[in-house]
Structure formats: structure tokens, C-alpha cells
């Protein structure tokens, strides 16, 4: 079956310019995550989604930063007035919460901000 | 701080040895997984070990998990130059709550 779809894969954008990134989940998938990754490093979370409660945002670094999940399926990743720092591979996963469940991540959509 | 982190950032071994990778992690945990990344794009999970589990194989991959030292390992047998990735484990710090990731162990197999 298909599985988690990020768009675009790459997007390069100028600073101050803002930008929203799509994260289509596994049907059905319960939960989802956006995680963020620069170059080497590990990844750092930042919001969490499940079903219908309010979402987990502590990850988000500013409030340029937002994101929400329509109709509990497609999620949008909104930067505002992007930086420089905000360049990195953002991750987009699903999970079904049904007992202990992996997360099924995305190829990610690689952010440049020039 | 990272709630899981692991040990060693970088390891190179030869073509069919043995690796190994630990994680450590601060708080207490519902289950603890291990994914590989290559290519600095999508994770793909490998195994998931709950808290009242120790020992755990699929494969060529054996985790363990010791509650009592919040620390688990990942052992690959018989590497393959495939192999070569970078390995995160993750823990969720409650059910239905985030997971958390390490920095990540990078594994080179050099044919």
C-alpha cells in the first residue's frame, strides 16, 4: 500500500519568503509527526497530532513556525518569514496508536533558504 | 537534552564483523525502537522492544533493553557494506505521547 508522501521533495525559497510543506499519512493513521533534521544531525520534534486532541506544538522552535491536520488526514508544515537556520530536511511520519506501533516516516522535503 | 542518545556517533568496521550501538535514555519509557537512515532521508523502523521485554531478534539485528540502566544496544552480526547508515533509537516518554529520537550512531561497512 502507499505510504507517508512529503511535497515537495525539494524547495528552495529566499529568506523572509514563507513556505508550507504537505505530509500526506498512511490511511487511517492516527497519529502524526513532523520532525525536523539538519544536515548530520538527529532529528528534533515538533508537533504531534493525534486524532482529535490538541496537538503537541512544544517542539515548535518559534512562532513563525505552525502547523495543522485537515479532516484528521493531510498536514501542512506553514513556515513564515523562513531564515537561514530554518534550512534542513523536514520529516513527516504516521503511526496507527493501536497498542505499540512504529512510525512510518517519509523521504522528507529538503528546505534551502537563501 | 536528548532524551535518547547514542554511543559511538561514528563506527567503521569491516564487512562481515559485528556492530554494535547503544542507547541511553533519561526518563522512563513505554518501549524503545530502533530505525536506520540512509541517505539523510526517510527512516525505516527496524524493531520495537517494550519496557518489559529484554531481549528481542529479527534477522541479523538483536536488541536488548535493561530498564535498570535506561540503556539499550543494537547488535547487527555478519555486517554487510548494505548496511552502511546512520541508526536512531527512539523512546516515547508516555502512551499515545511523542517519541524521541538520539543523534544517531553512523555506521560505515567497509568491503
Known amino acids: 500500500g502507499a505510504g507517508v508522501s512529503q511535497s515537495p521533495s525539494n524547495k528552495v525559497t529566499e529568506k523572509g519568503k514563507d513556505v508550507e510543506l504537505r505530509c500526506d499519512p498512511i490511511?487511517?493513521?492516527?497519529?502524526l509527526y513532523w520532525y525536523r533534521q539538519s544536515l548530520g544531525q538527529g532529528l528534533e520534534f515538533l508537533i504531534y497530532?493525534?486524532?482529535?486532541?490538541?496537538?503537541?506544538k512544544s517542539g515548535l522552535p518559534s512562532d513563525r513556525f505552525s502547523a495543522e491536520r485537515t479532516g484528521g488526514s493531510v498536514s501542512t508544515l506553514t513556515i513564515q518569514r523562513t531564515q537561514q537556520e530554518d534550512s534542513a530536511v523536514y520529516l513527516c511520519?504516521?503511526?496507527?496508536?493501536?497498542?505499540?506501533?512504529?512510525?512510518?516516516f517519509g523521504n522528507g522535503t529538503r528546505l534551502t533558504v537563501t | 537534552s536528548q532524551q535518547g542518545e547514542e554511543d559511538p556517533q561514528a563506527l567503521s568496521i569491516q564487512e562481515g564483523e559485528n556492530a554494535t550501538m547503544n542507547c541511553s535514555y533519561k526518563?522512563?519509557?513505554?518501549?524503545l525502537q530502533w530505525y536506520r537512515q540512509n541517505s539523510g532521508r526517510g527512516l525505516v523502523h527496524l524493531i520495537l522492544?517494550?519496557?518489559?521485554?529484554r531481549e528481542k531478534h529479527s534477522g541479523r539485528l538483536r536488541v536488548t533493553l535493561d530498564t535498570s540502566k535506561k540503556s539499550s544496544s543494537l547488535l547487527i552480526t555478519a555486517s554487510r557494506a548494505a548496511d552502511t547508515a546512520s541508526y536512531f533509537c527512539?523512546?516515547?516518554?508516555?502512551?499515545?505521547?511523542?517519541?524521541?529520537f538520539g543523534p544517531g550512531t553512523r555506521l560505515s561497512v567497509l568491503p
Open positions: 511520519a504516521s503511526s496507527d496508536t493501536e497498542g505499540f506501533s512504529p512510525l512510518h
Open positions: 490511511s487511517g493513521h492516527t497519529a
Open positions: 497530532f493525534q486524532g482529535n486532541s490538541a496537538p503537541d
Open positions: 526518563t522512563s519509557i513505554n518501549n
Open positions: 522492544i517494550r519496557s518489559n521485554e
Open positions: 527512539a523512546t516515547d516518554v508516555g502512551y499515545g505521547q511523542n517519541f524521541v
